[in-house]
């Protein structure tokens, strides 16, 4: 069965660093999603991608942030300059399509600030 | 907005016994999709059950079973037979017909007894 995959599996950055993670969604998914959860917290949606472009974003999602799919297969979550509060796993998801309601999740990325 | 609420923080159960996961959402929508995910210690999210809510007969799998009331807005899981790989966090989850975001809940570490 197609996975989605995301590397690292482990971040670690210095605060003020960027920091790029990267997702490779299953082939025939259209819609892609990153999620974040803070060690102990609930699971928050960040942003939604479809057709190259965001479809939805959270209040998270700031200027801090940018998603792009820049070769047509990995999907990137870009953070321009951690802060120690987004120390999280992220994760990244996919759709098939609107009617499809289910949505495949990678294994994560966990992301340390220091 | 929609929210889902999940209040046991914290179950336990004897191993081969039966347990039930509450969770309580809110909604404006009528139809709409609800997931329960569960989260071992690795982080993985990995889909145990889902419940369409056009869908009047409650979803089972093996020995994942919900208990979903609409009028309430109520979807409860129950897991029979509890094995020791059943422990861990598991999230209940929204998902709107047309939106594109999963709406997580805080979610209810589950810890099993041998």
């Known amino acids: 069965e197609p996975e989605v995959t995301q590397t690292p599996s482990h971040q670690v950055t210095q605060m003020g660093q960027e920091v790029i993670l990267r997702c490779v969604p299953i082939s025939n998914h259209l819609y892609f999603y990153w999620y974040r959860q803070i060690l102990g917290q609930k699971v928050e949606f960040l942003v939604s991608f479809y057709n190259n472009e965001i479809s939805e974003k959270s209040e998270i999602f700031d200027d801090q942030f940018s998603v792009e799919r820049p070769d047509g297969s990995n999907f990137t979550l870009k953070i321009r300059s951690t802060k120690l509060e987004d120390s999280a796993m992220y994760f990244c998801?996919?759709?098939?399509?609107?009617?499809?309601?289910?949505?495949?999740f990678g294994p994560g990325t966990r992301l340390t600030v220091l | 907005a929609q929210t889902v609420t999940q209040s046991q923080p914290e179950m336990s159960v004897q191993e081969a016994e039966t347990v039930t996961l509450s969770c309580t959402y809110d909604t404006s929508e009528s139809d709409y999709y609800l997931f329960w995910y569960k989260q071992p210690p690795s982080r993985q999210m990995i889909l145990v059950i889902r419940q369409e809510a056009y869908k009047q007969q409650n979803a089972t799998e093996n020995r994942f079973s919900v208990n979903f009331q609409k009028a309430a807005k109520s979807f409860s899981l129950k897991i029979s037979d509890s094995q020791l790989g059943d422990a861990a966090m598991y999230f209940c989850?929204?998902?709107?017909?047309?939106?594109?975001?999963?709406?997580f809940g805080a979610g209810t570490i589950l810890r099993v007894k041998s």
């Open positions: 998801a996919a759709q098939r399509g609107r009617g499809e309601n289910e949505q495949f």
């Open positions: 989850a929204y998902l709107g017909e047309y939106g594109n975001k999963l709406v």
